[in-house]
């Protein structure tokens, strides 16, 4: 079971520390969109949409690495002064009671979102945009295995720490 739980962190944080290159890929992009505007005087509607699909895979693709680091929001009021036990009951219920039935409902509600996107290989509305909305939905997705993959992780880290004692 250690190794499961050591695996998946271990995906989680590669997976993290790829995805840490596009927040550099996302300036450049918006630089040379504002250089092709404002000094060019033309534009590049494909570039402008490029600078979505970026956002996207960033921030839903980095879903399970923040959620390992334990960088997402925490309200901690009591729990900074619980013991090791006490944070894993915390986390434990936390995950099964509010995480799990969270990503239930959204696994339910965009799967026939991003597929039906795919069946028709949806593209932009816009005439010279990128032919690849169906990509972008598809981070979606994306989103709700990193953090479906973390879920499982920290069910069994935080119930063996319960169990110990």
Known sequence: MQKFIVAIDAFSEKSGHLLALLPLALVLTQFIVVLMVYVFSSGSIQLQESLQYINALMFLGGAGYTAVRGEHVRVDIFYAKMTTRGKAI??????????????????????PYVTGSWAIMETSTETSGLPYVYILKSTLLLFAFTLSLHAVADLLRHGRTMLKG
């Open 90 to 111: 915390v986390n434990f219920w936390g995950t099964l009671l509010l995480l799990v039935p969270f990503l239930v409902l959204f696994w339910v509600s965009t799967l």
